[in-house]
Structures are given as structure tokens and as C-alpha cells.
């Protein structure tokens, strides 16, 4: 079998005419808003012990404050998205950091719990697309064979952003109140919000080529949106990621909160150590994007094989690590299962990548994003808070992992048909192609 490039897509190169430099700096901006993103979004989770006491609330109403946001993110991201293709990605980036800081200063201002939900809905509103959008900016301007370590860089950004989230908003809850904790969150993201449009310019991430290219392909758009759910691979990319997600999502939303149950942590502290946690999820799915690229230039299937294996070791870690009582061994298996746990992160968004034509990579992100959200981190954090108020969050822990068995399933399934999906858009890319030059030689 001939060798192909892993992560070619239709063979365009979106990167081409971008200078190096100025792409890494549209990186680290894009990179610094979803930070911000995620702090905003986590902060919750480090001042749930004290909302919990203040206002008298149940696991499934803390649950539902942090699944609200993903659960808009997860039904708004693909509309969104669409509309930022349309109007301006940098223009839409900007406008949604604002959104969502603003609603976060309303978190800081709510006087109950109602109060606080409504502003955590427009939390969610304003991030709904800037996970899916930014990551489409992010692989423009970077050559095809960065895909996966991209895909897993930029995405661990939530990771960070989460660890920074809880660990600043458990000391700052603790010290100042829990107000100031969400109060902080808002004007980091404003700040951000302000710059981003100054340095990172529409005209220069998107050279005239692919302008062109881009109306030209609208005038067929029927093909391209047709990748988005075409294949068997694609749509196994976005399940199976979305599943893995549950596990890892539903970890960092509740770590605060079982560590201060069971470990007797206050806010701070336990704050601290689930920032811990979760930046060995981030690290993880930096490494893991890495190793993905580099095992896998001749042999793309290899990707998935990857993302089987992280599945089922996160699987046995994180079941072994909640079997075992509290103390250092099983926080030390907590961190090396979330380690693994995110690495499907990488393969995951370069599969989407390649498996889709890149006038929609935008809209490809918001649907992984989609399927993210819906299966696994609105889902996951819901639901364990309600197994929770029946058995016991250290009970609902034991159970989490085995969400991670059904993901290494759905890749699987991925693995049987990626090579001949791969094939398939390969060949109906030369066809369109050809077609394209017999219309452009009649006229």
C-alpha cells in the first residue's frame, strides 16, 4: 500500500504566505483567550464548597451551574460557528471573550441562585464557538503535518485555563470571597478581549488565495458541509471523543469538591491540588498530540490504535485509583490516569481535520465541539452529581472510568473504516478538482 500523508486533506496548505513568527504569535493570543475561557467557566468549581453552605444548594444544582455552560456551548457552537465563518473570525473571537467575561462579572454580582444561573447561561452563550472557531485559526496557520500536536496544544488550553481557574479562584475565594474570585476571572478576559483584535488581523490569516478559493467553494457548499458527516470515521471521531471527555470533564468539575469532602481541604488547598490534577491532563494531551504525529506520518491509522490505547489505561488507572482509599497513592494514580485520560484530544481534532474539507474546518470544530459538550462535559458532571446525592460522590468516582471502555469501542470502529474514508475523500478531492478546471477552461 502506497504511503500517504497523514494529515493531508484535500491537499490544500492553509499555511502558505504566513510568516512563521506572526503565526505563533496569533497562537499564543488565541491560546491566552481560551485560558480565559476556561477560567471563567472552572472558577465555579473552586467556590462550590462555599456556595453550597451560603445558599443551601444540592450536588445536582452545583452540577447543573457548571453543565449549563457546556450544555450551551455544546447546542450553540455550530450555529455560531457558521456565523463566524461567514462574518470574521477575529471580529467573532473578540465579540465572544467579551460576552462571556461580562456574564462572568454577573456570577460576581448574583444574589442567589437564580441569579447565578442566568448568568452562567450567558457564560455558555459567549463561549459557545470560541473552542471550535479558534482552533480553526490555529490550524490555518500552520502547516498540515502540526495538526495533531496543534489540535492537543491548543486544546490542553482548557486545561490550563481550568488549572489557573480553580487554583487563583480557591485563594482568592478564600482570602477575598468568593465574589472577587469570579470578579478577577472577568477582568483578565476583558483585557484579553481588547487586544486580540489589535494584533491578530483578518486579511493577514487569510491570504486572497484562499479567499477566492473559499467563494468558490461556496458556490458548492453542499459538497464540503457533506464531509462533516459523511463517513463512518468522522462521525466515530466525534462520538468517541465526546465519550473520553465525559470521564476527564467530569474529574476536574468535581476533584474540588471530593477532596474537600473526603481529604477535609479547604477551598484553597483543594483548589490547589485539583489544579495539580488538572495540568497533568493538560500536559498530557500536549504529549500525547506529539506522540501522535510523530508515530503516525506513514501509518494515519496508527492515530486511533493511540487513541484506543489512552482510553483503556485512563480505564484501569482511574478505577484502581478511586478503589484505593484516600492518601498520596491515589491521588498519584489520579494524576497519571488524567495524564492519559485527555490524549484522544489530538488524534481526535487532527482525524476531523483530515477526514473534512478545510472550507469547513470551522464548522468540523463546533461539530466535535458539539458532540464534546452533549456527550461528555455537560453530560458527565450532571449526572455524577446526581449519582452522587443517591450513593455518594466517591461511589459516583468509581463509576466514571468505565465511560472510557465505550469510547475505546466507538474508535475501534473508527480504525476499521479510516483508511478507506481517507481513500474515498482523496479520490472525490482530485474529481473536484478536474471539474473545476474543465468549467474554468469553457468559460
Not at 184 to 210: H, N, Q, S, T
Not at 325 to 334: E, F, K, M, Y
Not at 361 to 370: I, K, N, V, Y
Amino acid at each position: 500500500m502506497a504511503a500517504y500523508h497523514p494529515t493531508a486533506d484535500d491537499g490544500e496548505d492553509t499555511s502558505i504566505g504566513i510568516p512563521r513568527r506572526y503565526a505563533w504569535i496569533v497562537f499564543a493570543l488565541t491560546f491566552g483567550l481560551l485560558i480565559s475561557d476556561y477560567m471563567s467557566r472552572q472558577v465555579l468549581n473552586a467556590v462550590f464548597p462555599l456556595l453550597k453552605g451560603e445558599w443551601a444548594l444540592s450536588d445536582t444544582q452545583l452540577g447543573l451551574l457548571s453543565g449549563i455552560v457546556a450544555l450551551m456551548v455544546g447546542l450553540l457552537t455550530f450555529p455560531l460557528s457558521l456565523i463566524a465563518d461567514r462574518f470574521g473570525r477575529v471580529k467573532s473571537l473578540a465579540l465572544m471573550a467579551v460576552l462571556w467575561s461580562l456574564a462572568t462579572l454577573g456570577c460576581a454580582l448574583a444574589q442567589d441562585y437564580q441569579q447565578m444561573f442566568v448568568a452562567r447561561f450567558l457564560v455558555g452563550v459567549g463561549e459557545a464557538a470560541y473552542g471550535s472557531v479558534g482552533i480553526a485559526v490555529v490550524v490555518s496557520v500552520f502547516p498540515r503535518e502540526m495538526r495533531a500536536t496543534l489540535s492537543g496544544a491548543f486544546i490542553s488550553g482548557g486545561m490550563f485555563g481550568s488549572v489557573l481557574g480553580m487554583a487563583l479562584g480557591g485563594v482568592m475565594a478564600q482570602h477575598f470571597g468568593w465574589r472577587w474570585a469570579f470578579a478577577g476571572m472577568a477582568l483578565f478576559g476583558l483585557a484579553l478581549a481588547v487586544l486580540y483584535p489589535v494584533v491578530v488581523r483578518e486579511a493577514r490569516i487569510a491570504p486572497k488565495r484562499l479567499s477566492d478559493a473559499a467563494s468558490k467553494a461556496a458556490l458548492k457548499a453542499r459538497r464540503p458541509l457533506r464531509t462533516l458527516y459523511s463517513s463512518r470515521s468522522v462521525l466515530s471521531a466525534y462520538i468517541g471523543s465526546g465519550l473520553q471527555l465525559f470521564v476527564g470533564g467530569t474529574v476536574i468539575v468535581w476533584m474540588p469538591s471530593y477532596l474537600n469532602r473526603y481529604y477535609e481541604m479547604g477551598t484553597d488547598k483543594a483548589g490547589g491540588v485539583a489544579a495539580i490534577i488538572v495540568l497533568c491532563s493538560g500536559i498530557g494531551m500536549i504529549l500525547c498530540g506529539m506522540l501522535s504525529d510523530r508515530m503516525c506520518r506513514n501509518r494515519p491509522d496508527r492515530k486511533i490504535a493511540l487513541a484506543i490505547g489512552y482510553c483503556l489505561s485512563s480505564c484501569l488507572l482511574l478505577s484502581l485509583a478511586f478503589a484505593l482509599p484516600v492518601g498520596p497513592a491515589q491521588l498519584a494514580l489520579i494524576c497519571l490516569g488524567m495524564l492519559i485520560a485527555a490524549g484522544t484530544s489530538g488524534p481526535a481534532g487532527a482525524m476531523v481535520a483530515n477526514l473534512t474539507h478545510y472550507t469547513v474546518h470551522g464548522t468540523a470544530f463546533a461539530t466535535l465541539t458539539l458532540a464534546n459538550n452533549l456527550l461528555g462535559l455537560a453530560t458527565g458532571p450532571l449526572l455524577t452529581g446526581k449519582v452522587s446525592d443517591l450513593i455518594g460522590l466517591d461511589h459516583a468516582f468509581q463509576l466514571v472510568p468505565l465511560v472510557s471502555i465505550a469510547a475505546a469501542a466507538v474508535f475501534f470502529y473508527a480504525k476499521r473504516h479510516y483508511l478507506n474514508d481517507m481513500a474515498r475523500l482523496k479520490g472525490e478531492g482530485v474529481e473536484e478538482t478536474a471539474t473545476h478546471a474543465a468549467m474554468e477552461a469553457q468559460s
